[in-house]
C-alpha cells in the first residue's frame, strides 16, 4: 500500500467519525462543529482528486455559509432541554442501518478499478466544468436549494417569535 492509499484510509476513519459524531452527540451546537469538521475532511478528498476549486467551494459553501446559517439558527430557536432517546425508534434505525450495510457489503466488494482513472479525472473539479454543470444542467435544483434555504429561515424565525 503506498501513501496515497493511507492518506484515503486515514481521511475516510476521520470522516466516519465526524459522520458519527454529528448524529450522536446530544449537545446541538457540538454537533454542528462536528460536520463542520466532516465538512473540511470532504474539501481534502476533493483536493485529493485534484479537484481544488470544489474543495475551495465546498469550504467556502457549505463549512463556511452554510453552517453560520445552521449556528444561526441553533442560536434563534435557543434549545435549552435535551430531548429524550425513544428506545423503539432507536432500535429500529440500528436495525435498518445494520441491513443497509449489509445490503451495501457485498456491492462495494466487486468493484472493478478503472481503466484510465487520470482520464476521468482531467476536467473534473475545474472551474469551467463546474460552471457548465451548475448553470446548465442544475440550474433548477440550484434554485429549489436557494428557496429552501429561505424557508428554513423565515420557519426559524417565525418559530422563535412564536416562543416569546
Excluded at 24 to 51: D, P
Excluded at 76 to 96: A, D, F, I, K, M
Aim: proline share 4%.
Amino acid at each position: 500500500m503506498n501513501a496515497s492509499t493511507w492518506l484515503f484510509f486515514i481521511l475516510s476513519t476521520l470522516l466516519v467519525l465526524a459522520s458519527l459524531l454529528v448524529v450522536f452527540l446530544r449537545n446541538v451546537v457540538h454537533g454542528a462543529m462536528a460536520l463542520v469538521a466532516a465538512l473540511f475532511l470532504i474539501a481534502i478528498f476533493f483536493v485529493t482528486l485534484q479537484a481544488p476549486m470544489v474543495g475551495v467551494l465546498q469550504v467556502l459553501v457549505y463549512a463556511g455559509a452554510v453552517m453560520v446559517l445552521f449556528l444561526f439558527v441553533i442560536m434563534l430557536l435557543n434549545p435549552t432541554s435535551v430531548e429524550q432517546r425513544r428506545s423503539v425508534w432507536w432500535s429500529l434505525g440500528t436495525l435498518l442501518g445494520l441491513v443497509l450495510g449489509g445490503l451495501l457489503a457485498p456491492m462495494l466488494s466487486k468493484s472493478e478499478p478503472a481503466r484510465d482513472p487520470l482520464a476521468a479525472t482531467d476536467l473534473f473539479g475545474s472551474p469551467e466544468m463546474l460552471a457548465k454543470s451548475l448553470f446548465n444542467d442544475f440550474v433548477l435544483p440550484f434554485e429549489i436549494a436557494s428557496i429552501l434555504l429561505l424557508v428554513a429561515i423565515v420557519g426559524a424565525v417565525v418559530l422563535a417569535k412564536r416562543e416569546r
